[in-house]
């Protein structure tokens, strides 16, 4: 089955042709195109994602993004192509809310033949309203251009599926599963004590830790995001053997359920830098240092007392934040060390952002199970389920 992927929840605009064999037992996916335009750089002067802005570009991006997915995909044929008249009604009523994209997009279609793909997957939520619209939208029209089926896909299932991608295989996993889903927007654990089919069973109750990590690095003047670079600086104090310097709260720590809070972790540092006079390059270092570890101390805590809660077998990370270096060293070590029999998934580095790879891997899943829709509507709040 070859999928075209399309992914447009937040800042970037990601398409990927992605070529899956096999069943829910055991899968295989080829990469054939991934392309993917991060919008980091514009968004970087607002201090963190600006919708209106994002929803523009995937606009004027979606349409160079797929061509050239495709093109690597060696899926681009020139020729001319006659749209019916009535199908070209259709989809200037799709793409209504962004009028230049639409006359490109027929251009655009009536140059190529239409390409080898059997389905196209596109993510209809979580994220930011603006920005799932342009990209869901943009996969009806596609749909409906090529006579192609379209399978919605929820992003948070992306990182769950994409995280268990080894060497491009998914193998079947010992249930029940468990995700830790940490990213820029959430920060939740999800439970799959059957396959493909999800409980909410622990969430934020303010901050996301991604965003978290975003704000603090602005406290102390990193650049969007901030994720990365307090990561950076955290691990300097560590190669030099520094101490935990500041001890930051550790909320919920010792709460019974498994949710999450990072509003008040976030204060303590907004206070601790207030009470510094000159805060130094040091300091900063410090402050990285500590906050890091006081995120992890949580996340780990709430994972374990899930893993116990619930016989967990498997454990996944996802998310952009399962980047993090000290995030997937600790996971790996405790895992270790503790629930030797459970087995770990971490994402492979480029999964763990935002990609439309993830999507593809969705997609496939999905679709196996013909969970085709002609209508797909955003949903911002979007859940697992
Ligand atoms: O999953 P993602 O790309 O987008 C959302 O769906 O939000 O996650 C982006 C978030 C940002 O908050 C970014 O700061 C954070 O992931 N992030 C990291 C790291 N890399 C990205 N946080 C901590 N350490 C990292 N290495
Ligand atoms: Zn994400």
Known sequence: ?????????????????????????????EVLGNVLLSQIELHREYGGVYPTLAKREHAKNLIPVTRAALTEASMITSNKINLDANVQEKIKELLHREPDMSDAFIEFIQGIEIPDIDVIAVTHGPGLAPALWVGVNFAQALA?????????????????VSSLLQDGVIEKVELPLLALLISG???????????????????????????????????IDLPYPGGPEISKLAELVRKEGGKEVFSFPRPMLHSKDCDFSFAGLKTSVLYTLKDIENVTEE??????????????????????QAIEDHGVQTLVLGG?????????????????????????????????TD????????GFYRALRKEFADEISADSNLSVH
């Open 1 to 29: 089955m070859k999928i075209l992927a399309i992914e447009t929840s937040c800042d970037e605009t990601a398409v990927a042709v992605v070529e899956a064999t096999g069943d829910d037992s055991s899968a295989t996916f």
């Open 144 to 160: 409906l251009a090529w006579n192609k089926p379209l399978v919605p896909i929820n992003h948070m299932e992306g990182h769950i």
């Open 185 to 219: 927007g959430h920060t939740e654990l999800v439970l799959m004590k059957e396959w493909l089919s999800y409980e909410l069973i622990g969430q934020t109750r303010d901050d996301a830790v991604g965003e978290a990590f975003d704000k603090v690095a602005r406290m």
């Open 283 to 304: 300091d900063k270092k410090n402050i990285a240092h500590s906050f890091e570890n006081a995120v992890t101390e949580v996340l780990v805590k709430k994972t374990l």
């Open 320 to 352: 952009g934040v399962s980047a993090n270096h000290h995030i997937r060293r600790v996971f790996e070590e405790t895992i270790t060390n503790k629930h030797s029999g459970v087995s770990l998934f971490l994402p492979e580095p480029k999964l763990t």
């Open 355 to 362: 990609n439309a790879i993830m999507i593809g891997i969705a």
